[in-house]
Nanobody, 129 residues
Framework: QLQLVESGGGLVHPGGSLRLSCTASASTLSDYPIGWFRQAPGKELEGVSCISNEGKLIKFADNVKSRFTLSRDNFKNTIYLEMNSLVPEDTAVYYC??????????????????????WGQGTQVTVSS
């Protein structure tokens, strides 16, 4: 069982930045593509970004593409989501998830159901003035 822990969320003003981290309990993190999802109150889960197991493939949702960056350090068992130029619409609980259903060298923003992933507990991001 792979355990994931997110950190780095918080309250930030519009235009500000945050860096979220997702750290795994085991070195087998490098076996999985990782996705970041978010869920705002009253809305469905949304795929934000994903990265393949070696970091060669990275995808972003259109509404974050020019503002977010994603990287992974498999030696540290950690994934980083750098979020810049934040807007109130980015307010949500952010989850990282290890994708058990995709090939390791691929990744997808499509949500494949909760059982397809190992999940972190989530971290709250609030963008407000």
């Amino acid at each position: 069982q792979l355990q994931l822990v997110e950190s780095g969320g918080g309250l930030v003003h519009p235009g500000g930045s945050l860096r979220l981290s997702c750290t795994a309990s085991a070195s087998t993190l490098s076996d999985y593509p990782i996705g970041w999802f978010r869920q705002a109150p009253g809305k469905e889960l949304e795929g934000v970004s994903c990265i393949s197991n070696e970091g060669k493939l990275i995808k972003f949702a259109d509404n974050v593409k020019s503002r977010f960056t994603l990287s992974r350090d498999n030696f540290k068992n950690t994934i980083y989501l750098e979020m810049n130029s934040l807007v109130p619409e980015d307010t949500a609980v952010y989850y990282c998830a290890a994708d058990m259903s995709s090939s390791p060298n691929l990744c997808t923003l499509e949500f494949r159901g909760r059982r397809a992933y190992y999940w972190g507990q989530g971290t709250q991001v609030t963008v407000s003035s």
